[in-house]
Structures are given as structure tokens and as C-alpha cells.
């Protein structure tokens, strides 16, 4: 099973900051089999990039995905106020997919 | 639209049999490409894929869950029911049904998500 760790575990940025989040795999998970989603509390995860750089429909352009085998980084250019959520990336190369653990991005 | 509903009991005893059903709008799982399946997530946020059914009546399991569960679908009624056996505290989650289009098809990419279902088990 492919472990996704997951840092740093809280971010603490202001609106308009860029917020850079990492993913790395305990194996390499290919060049792109890697997505990210976003959480909000009382919500459903919500998928905003797949394919590691690929944002998927809806998506503002703020978001931008990056990274290939075992590192991976998920950038907000500039941060909105609802933006403010937990992010966590998933793995889809090797069944069992998994999780990592989670990023929060707080308000400073 | 794309809608899915989660539904089934809130509290389950240790040991019983849990079943939970999802019942979707927008797509047909006879489609090509189509998958719909469970995710788990636990109150420390944990997620975990727990099963997932697609459009060629293929299913796939959690490896470590596999012996406790079983997926099934009815295109007709637009559902899909997940039992999990033997249920612990541990299995203690926010049940999610989860919908991959077929633009992801081959990949395990949930597009959307059930506002999901607090399960707990207890005694």
C-alpha cells in the first residue's frame, strides 16, 4: 500500500498569500496518477486537481498542481477566503487507493 | 445534475451488519466508463476507499476489508448498497458514496461526493 505523507500539517497564511502544499509517496505513484481535493468543515471532499496538474471542471486557475514519482505540490497562487479549508492529495497508481493525511490552511 | 444520497442507520451494535444505500441522479451506471463506489472517513479525517462498482460489473475491494464487504447495484433503481459485516467501533465513519464520470475512466478519480452519512457503532 502507497502511504501519502503530507506537509506541513497547518498553514497559517493571510488572504492574497500563496499557500505551497507537499505530497510525497512512499513509492513512486508515476509521472501524474496523484489528485488533490479540498475540505471544508461539514463537507464532502471536492476534487480540484487530478492527473497531478490538471484541474478538474470549475476549478479557478488560482489552483495549479505539480510533481511526478514520489513529490508532488499543490500551489494557491493567491489565496481567496474561501479558500481557508483542509487539502488532502490521493494516490490512484496502486490499488489500494489512499489518502494522505491532510494540510490545513488556516486564517493568520 | 449530478446528486448522490446517502441513507441507512445512523447506529449499528457491535458485531451486527451495516447497509447502506446510495441512491444517485444525473448518470446511468450502465454507462460506459461510469463507477460509483464508498469512501470512508473517520472522526480523526482519515480517508479510506472502501468499495467501488463500475458500469462492466466489475467490483474492487479494499484489500484488508475485502472479507467484510460486499458492493452490489441496480441500474434500475439507481443504487447502490454497500453491507459491511462484523462492524467494531473502530468502523465508527462518515460513509461517502462517491460517482467517477467517465472522463476518469480507468482511474480511481471521484468527481462527486454524497453530503455523507455519520455511522457510529456502539453498544
Known amino acids: 500500500e502507497t502511504v501519502l505523507t503530507q506537509s506541513p500539517g497547518t498553514l497559517s497564511l493571510s488572504p492574497g498569500e500563496r499557500a505551497t502544499l507537499s505530497c510525497r509517496a512512499s513509492q513512486s505513484v508515476g509521472s501524474n496518477y496523484l489528485a488533490w481535493y479540498q475540505q471544508k468543515p461539514g463537507q464532502a471532499p471536492r476534487l480540484l486537481i487530478y492527473?497531478?496538474?490538471g484541474r478538474a471542471p470549475g476549478i479557478p486557475d488560482r489552483f495549479s498542481g505539480s510533481g511526478s514519482g514520489t513529490d508532488f505540490t499543490l500551489t494557491i497562487s493567491r489565496l481567496e477566503p474561501e479558500d481557508f479549508a483542509v487539502y488532502y492529495c490521493?494516490?490512484?497508481?496502486?490499488?489500494?487507493?489512499?489518502f494522505g493525511q491532510g494540510s490545513t490552511v488556516e486564517i493568520k | 445534475q449530478i446528486t448522490l444520497k446517502e441513507s441507512g442507520p445512523t447506529l449499528v451494535k457491535p458485531t451486527q451488519t451495516l447497509t447502506l444505500t446510495c441512491t444517485f441522479s444525473?448518470?446511468?451506471?450502465?454507462?460506459?466508463?461510469?463507477?460509483v463506489g464508498w469512501i470512508r472517513q473517520t472522526p480523526g479525517k482519515a480517508l479510506q476507499g472502501l468499495a467501488f462498482t463500475y458500469w462492466y460489473d466489475h467490483e474492487s475491494y479494499h484489500p484488508s476489508l475485502k472479507n467484510r464487504l460486499i458492493i452490489t447495484k441496480d441500474t434500475s433503481k439507481n443504487q447502490v448498497v454497500l453491507t459491511m459485516a462484523n462492524m467494531d467501533p473502530v468502523d465508527t465513519a462518515t460513509y461517502y458514496c462517491?460517482?467517477?464520470?467517465?472522463?476518469?475512466?480507468?482511474?480511481?478519480?471521484?468527481?462527486?461526493w454524497g453530503q455523507g452519512i455519520l455511522v457510529s457503532v456502539s453498544s
Open positions: 490521493q494516490q490512484y497508481i496502486d490499488p489500494p487507493l489512499t
Open positions: 492527473d497531478a496538474s
Open positions: 444525473g448518470f446511468s451506471l450502465s454507462s460506459s466508463g461510469v463507477g
Open positions: 462517491v460517482y467517477r464520470p467517465p472522463i476518469f475512466s480507468g482511474r480511481s478519480l471521484f468527481e462527486s
